[in-house]
T-cell receptor, first 116, second 110 residues
Framework: GAGVSQSPSNKVTEKGKDVELRCDPI?????LYWYRQSLGQGLEFLIY????????KSGLPSDRFSAERTGGSVSTLTIQRTQQEDSAVYLC??????????????FGQGTRLTVV | EDQVTQSPEALRLQEGESSSLNCSYT??????LFWYRQDPGKGPEFLFT???AGEEKEKERLKATLTKKESFLHITAPKPEDSATYLC???????????FGKGTTLSVSS
């Protein structure tokens, strides 16, 4: 596709369940980011991948959150033992290599996660 | 700690009524200041990057300016289609993430 694709677009899960969110970046973009957007809050950085370098995980809020990126392309964000405070829109973005966060980031439409 | 504060939180304008949105930032060393537009239910869309004080960039009815402490997004003769949330962000020191403000929600009525 032409843009960043995220799936599912909506996810409702029960408290305590694990969830996986998927991101397909733009082809050729080696930088990939996950952000979280809660109601009334700004976008909160979660994790950054750049090529084969070690990811910057400094934004992950707890050890219940993890992410991987396979083959330098698709990324999966996993939240274990979900809590109600995890309810938010999870946004993925990608950008062209070399500039990291300084480059123009292309965002997907997000996954709206609701924990009940 | 790097921080971005946007004001006002919400702004209502009549079509053609020009105004400005403010973004104040605190960083130990500016590596870039970014403006994004976000429509409801969508991800942010890139507008501008500014790197140094005095720099200006324009796109249609939008002009972004930068000083050492803040950035302004000037909207000239806005139209209803300019209604959106405008987000300001700075790059962190490692260059691995953007630190976003909470945004200004602009509503333009005809």
């Amino acid at each position: 596709g032409a843009g960043v694709s995220q799936s599912p677009s909506n996810k409702v899960t029960e408290k305590g369940k694990d969830v996986e969110l998927r991101c397909d970046p733009i082809s050729g973009h080696t930088a990939l980011y996950w952000y979280r957007q809660s109601l009334g809050q700004g976008l909160e950085f979660l994790i950054y991948f750049q090529g084969n370098s070690a990811p910057d995980k400094s934004g992950l809020p707890s050890d219940r959150f993890s992410a991987e990126r396979t083959g330098g392309s698709v990324s999966t964000l996993t939240i274990q033992r979900t809590q109600q405070e995890d309810s938010a829109v999870y946004l993925c973005a990608s950008s062209f290599s070399g500039q990291g966060a300084l480059g123009e980031a292309f965002f997907g439409q997000g996954t709206r996660l609701t924990v009940v | 700690e790097d921080q971005v504060t946007q004001s006002p939180e919400a702004l209502r304008l009549q079509e053609g009524e020009s105004s400005s949105l403010n973004c104040s930032y605190t960083v130990s060393g500016l590596r870039g200041l970014f403006w994004y537009r976000q429509d409801p239910g969508k991800g942010p869309e890139f507008l501008f990057t500014l790197y140094s004080a005095g720099e200006e960039k324009e796109k249609e009815r939008l002009k972004a300016t930068l000083t050492k402490k803040e950035s302004f997004l000037h909207i000239t003769a806005p139209k209803p289609e300019d209604s959106a949330t405008y987000l300001c962000a700075v790059a962190n020191q490692a260059g691995t993430a953007l630190i976003f403000g909470k945004g200004t929600t602009l509503s333009v009525s005809s």
